[in-house]
């Protein structure tokens, strides 16, 4: 596992457009809310606007910095930027730039000295490229921080959600895994999709982290108490040592 002293959480998804920075930015609020010093991380966006002043400006790192009661700079929050919507490897390319993998890793570092928690978004999923080096995963396993997957309620979150584990437990020598967080991406619809009214259900069943939350279509705020989220996720890291075996279970 990796050494680095657990400060923070890593939140990753399933896949892209899963509610990563909606739930991210609830999770801010409710620890803001506790009295926890939070610290937000974008390391890298791609698919960002410019401003009046015709600086680049990741909607997602502004959405953070507001749940968190907007600590340190913008900057400070998504130090690197690009914009086309495309991998942030590809978007730096397109721009005649590269992603610096060193940043990407010390920016995290003002807000280790500066907050009593980090949380830090990635992007896309797990195994999205984020530099010419680096997966998302590279950079959560250097962090050290617990892996918080967010899942979207539909049809096919299973599979998705039982791969990101595995790929998770047997990335490098492993990377810890605080959870599951089940996110709903649309107002559930079971005539549509009947899966909706079962994935809960079957997450639990199936993961071996534990299944923390179920966000619903747009709420207001984290639907469980933060120190529950807290208290499972510590309990489940002190008790397990994951690996690709014990990712998912066998008996249901």
Request: charged residues 15%; aromatic residues 6%; hydrophobic residues 45%.
């Amino acid at each position: 596992m990796s050494q680095t002293p657990a400060k923070g959480l890593f939140i990753t998804g399933t896949d892209t457009g899963v509610g990563k920075t909606f739930v991210t930015a609830l999770l801010a609020r409710a620890f803001a809310a506790a009295g926890y010093r939070i610290g937000v991380y974008k390391p890298v966006a791609s698919g960002c606007e410019c401003d009046a002043a015709g600086e680049l400006v990741a909607t997602d790192a502004v959405a953070l910095w507001e749940a968190a009661g907007r600590p340190g700079t913008l900057e400070q929050v998504c130090p690197q930027r690009f914009a086309a919507p495309l991998a942030p490897d590809q978007a730096a390319r397109d721009e005649g730039r590269r992603v610096n993998a060193e940043l990407l890793r010390a920016g995290v570092e003002p807000w280790l000295a500066s907050s009593d928690l980090v949380l830090v978004e990635g992007a896309g999923g797990l195994m999205s490229p984020i530099s010419d080096e680096d997966y998302v995963a590279d950079l959560a396993y250097d962090l050290g921080f617990p892996l918080l997957v967010v899942a979207p309620n539909q049809l096919g979150v299973i599979n998705q959600t039982l791969q990101t584990l595995i790929t998770a437990a047997s990335f490098r020598t492993g990377l810890l895994i605080g959870g599951v967080i089940l996110n709903d991406v649309r107002s559930p619809d079971p005539a549509a999709d009947p899966s909706v009214l079962s994935n809960l259900r079957e997450l639990e069943q199936r993961c071996v982290p534990p299944v923390l939350a179920h966000v619903a279509w747009e709420a207001a705020e984290f639907p469980e108490p933060i120190s529950a989220i807290a208290t499972m996720a510590g309990a489940y890291l002190r008790t397990s040592q994951v690996t690709p075996g014990q990712a998912v279970s066998t008996s249901n």
